[in-house]
């Protein structure tokens, strides 16, 4: 069964230094891996996602985020950091196949002014 | 611009009344999803659904919960009777066909917050 790891339920940064939101994930074969940003009271939105070839995928809002196979992990990062970036992000894991996403915990970024 | 939409966006009940919750997947999305989000358990797999068939709702009470799909443009997700622990935001999403099978992404529904006293 596949699962999804957020180490951190808090990360606090400073507006205009980088952040990163951490993610390892658990698979039985090729992961699909997502990244998802959560505003209060909104659903969730889609970020970026890795499925094959490039290690380092770009995705919406300046984020990008590096799939580390030997690692297990998907981080996500941005190099300078808004305090419009202060969300809840989810890092989320199928194992190929149109299976359901499992999502981890959530993050809660918060940038400061 | 598509997107899911889910109803009612709040809804605040009894203990055990009934309880509806609807959702309209994006036009032509053949796999629809229901997540249940609360701060302790964060987001659950309830149920899901590809081309209307049920697939999986080993996430669900089954004896309170049932979702269905009447038709390609609805799912929905009953709770009868209603607890207080049923308190939480209820997320739908679709996704769409993948000739890749699974690297398209889910879209999610803006939820329905459920509050039982």
């Known amino acids: 069964a596949q699962s999804v790891a957020q180490p951190e339920d808090q990360v606090n940064v400073a507006e205009g230094n980088p952040l990163t939101v951490k993610c390892t994930y658990s698979v039985s074969g090729n992961p699909y891996l997502f990244w998802y940003v959560q505003y209060p009271n909104r659903g969730l939105q889609f970020l970026l996602k890795y499925i094959t070839g490039d290690n380092l995928v770009k995705g919406s809002y300046g984020f990008e985020a590096e799939f580390n196979k030997s690692q297990t992990s998907f981080h996500l990062k941005k190099p300078s950091a808004l305090v419009s970036d202060s969300a809840l992000y989810f890092c989320?894991?199928?194992?190929?196949?149109?299976?359901?996403?499992?999502f981890g915990k959530g993050t809660r970024l918060s940038v400061i002014a | 611009d598509a997107r899911v939409t889910q109803t009612p966006r709040h809804k605040v009940t009894e203990m055990g009344q009934e309880v509806t919750m609807r959702c309209q997947p994006i036009l032509g999305h053949n796999t629809v999803f229901w997540y249940r989000q609360t701060m302790m358990q964060g987001l659950e797999l309830l149920a899901y659904?590809?081309?209307?068939?049920?697939?999986?709702d080993s996430g669900m009470p089954k004896d309170r919960f049932s979702a269905e799909m009447p038709d390609a443009t609805l799912a929905t997700l009953k709770i009868q009777p209603s607890e207080p622990r049923d308190s939480a935001v209820y997320f739908c999403?679709?996704?769409?066909?993948?000739?890749?099978?699974?690297?398209?992404?889910?879209?999610f529904g803006e939820g329905s917050r459920l509050t039982v006293l």
């Open positions: 999403a679709s996704g769409p066909r993948s000739g890749t099978g699974g690297a398209g992404e889910l879209f």
């Open positions: 989320a894991v199928r194992d190929g196949g149109n299976t359901p996403l499992v």
């Open positions: 659904f590809r081309n209307r068939a049920p697939l999986d």
